[in-house]
């Protein structure tokens, strides 16, 4: 099992930045990808950004190339997604999510990930 836990949401304005981690545990050897989701109220969960945690490629959703960096802290074991520009559409729970090796098919459909985090919310303000 991996469990994840997500932190660093909060309340920002408008054109402003924040940055998420993510840290995993458990049998983090298993971990092939890992990316963060996001859900509004009302819609569905959405992809927004991966890297493969073995050779470090990254995927970003086009809603956020060049806002948004998704990287690995080697030396803190962590996920972090760096948020600039915010836009109060950005306003959602974000989740991080972990892939073992041989599930994945597609980095952006959330079934493909086995594991989830609680969740951290971003809001938004204009």
């Known amino acids: 099992q991996v469990q994840l836990v997500e932190s660093g949401g909060g309340l920002v304005q408008a054109g402003g930045s924040l940055t998420l981690s993510c840290a995993p545990s458990?049998?983090?050897?298993?971990?092939?990808?890992m990316g963060w989701f996001r859900q509004a109220p009302g819609k569905e969960r959405e992809f927004v950004a991966a890297?493969?945690?073995?050779?470090?490629?990254?995927y970003y959703a086009d809603s956020v190339k060049g806002r948004f960096t998704i990287s690995r802290d080697n030396a803190k074991n962590t996920l972090d997604l760096q948020m600039n520009s915010l836009a109060p559409e950005d306003t959602a729970v974000y989740y991080c999510?972990?892939?073992?090796?041989?599930?994945?098919?597609?980095?952006?459909?959330?079934?493909?990930?086995?594991?989830w985090g609680q969740g951290t919310q971003v809001t938004v303000s204009s």
């Open positions: 458990g049998r983090t050897f298993s971990i092939r990808f």
């Open positions: 999510a972990a892939a073992p090796y041989g599930s994945m098919r597609n980095v952006g459909n959330p079934y493909d990930y086995g594991y």
């Open positions: 890297m493969n945690w073995v050779d470090g490629s990254t």
